[in-house]
């Protein structure tokens, strides 16, 4: 059966005991299990990657069928799943066992995938998809935090929160707890010094700023970050959704400046409001990049996404060689 997310409420755990979570908000779905699930099973949960199971498919099997095993009902949670793991899941649907709730985690799944059919058509299943947020649904994030907490903060605090963590709500929670921990049992406001200094914006060597200079096209200072931050291979991932994250909105301003040819009014009108320190940057990228030439580096990144998830072991050396050729690349406009 299909199901919103935000008719999570709606789930029954003692009828219902196999999830199907899939799409591009991994941070939601991580939320919607953490607030749903994992407060009710606590220690007993234990997590796999769908890999372990394939290979090992017996060893699973030996573990969900021991009754020591499942004592009490357990919480089992597979990540990165694919079609690959699907007869699996029918056989052990099929065995009707009892004392477990299997969640499995998957990244956008087409229409036409077994996976995603199977558990949107099979009455015992449920699929749940989870598309990327509105800068809506960012906002009301930061809002509600504030107004929970009776924390007066201003519009031009909560713009700044939201570009700095690029629209990312996986960046944002993380920011948000550093900022409930400093207004505990605070009933004034917060200002921007203070946003600042828990955000720990180390501008010279973050991941923005890697992505800023490149698209700036210079050379020099991204492989300078580079060289300084020593990303690794769990990094690639969150740079290149942040990179993707951060042309669609260059994107969007571009497409306005090709029509109203007026960068200064495009940059004026940019939704959500452009914070001042970033203007001169946005300025900069809009000039060097073309509305055309942006489209074909999302889609160049998009393969690269591909690469690095199917090369696990040489990511970062794909990434990083990516990047830098983008930097240094003349911009043809």
């Known amino acids: 059966m299909i199901l919103k997310n935000f008719e999570i409420n709606k789930i029954d755990i003692k009828k219902q005991k196999y999830f199907l979570f899939y799409g591009d908000n991994n941070a939601l779905i991580d939320k919607t299990i953490?607030?749903?699930?994992?407060?009710?099973?606590k220690e007993k949960i234990y997590n796999y990657e769908e890999n372990e199971i394939l290979n090992d498919k017996e060893n699973f099997f030996n573990h969900i069928l021991n009754s020591s095993f499942f004592e009490n009902e357990k919480l089992i949670i597979i990540s990165r799943v694919s079609e690959k793991i699907l007869e699996i899941l029918k056989e052990i649907i099929d065995k009707n066992i009892?004392?477990?709730?299997?969640?499995?985690?998957?990244?956008?799944?087409?229409?036409?995938?077994?996976?995603?059919?199977?558990?949107?058509?099979?009455?015992?299943?449920?699929?749940?998809?989870?598309?990327?947020?509105?800068?809506?649904?960012?906002?009301?994030?930061?809002?509600?935090?504030?107004?929970?907490?009776?924390?007066?903060?201003?519009?031009?605090?909560?713009?700044?929160?939201?570009?700095?963590?690029?629209?990312?709500?996986?960046?944002?929670?993380?920011?948000?707890?550093?900022?409930?921990?400093?207004?505990?049992?605070?009933?004034?406001s917060i200002t921007m010094e203070e946003i600042i200094k828990i955000i720990h914006l180390n501008e010279n060597h973050s991941i923005y700023e890697l992505i800023d200079h490149c698209l700036l096209k210079n050379k020099k200072k991204t492989v300078h970050i580079l060289n300084e931050n020593n990303f690794g291979t769990e990094d690639t991932i969150i740079i290149v959704r942040t990179f993707l994250s951060k042309l669609k909105k260059i994107l969007k301003l571009a497409n306005e400046y090709t029509i109203n040819q007026n960068i200064d009014l495009t940059i004026k009108n940019a939704k959500p409001p452009l914070f001042w320190k970033d203007k001169d940057n946005v300025k900069k990228q809009l000039n060097y990049w073309s509305a055309q030439n942006i489209k074909k580096l999302i889609f160049e990144l998009n393969q690269i996404e591909i690469k690095v998830k199917k090369y696990s072991s040489n990511n970062i050396n794909i990434l990083t060689d990516f990047i830098i050729s983008k930097s240094g690349e003349q911009a043809n406009n």
């Open 34 to 41: 953490s607030d749903f699930f994992t407060n009710k099973f």
């Open 98 to 188: 009892e004392d477990i709730i299997i969640i499995l985690k998957a990244d956008q799944l087409e229409k036409k995938s077994k996976l995603r059919k199977f558990y949107e058509e099979n009455k015992r299943t449920v699929c749940m998809a989870f598309y990327p947020d509105t800068e809506i649904t960012l906002r009301k994030l930061v809002v509600d935090l504030f107004r929970n907490k009776k924390i007066t903060i201003s519009q031009e605090n909560i713009n700044f929160i939201l570009n700095r963590c690029n629209n990312n709500r996986q960046y944002i929670n993380n920011e948000l707890k550093k900022i409930e921990l400093l207004t505990l049992n605070r009933k004034n």
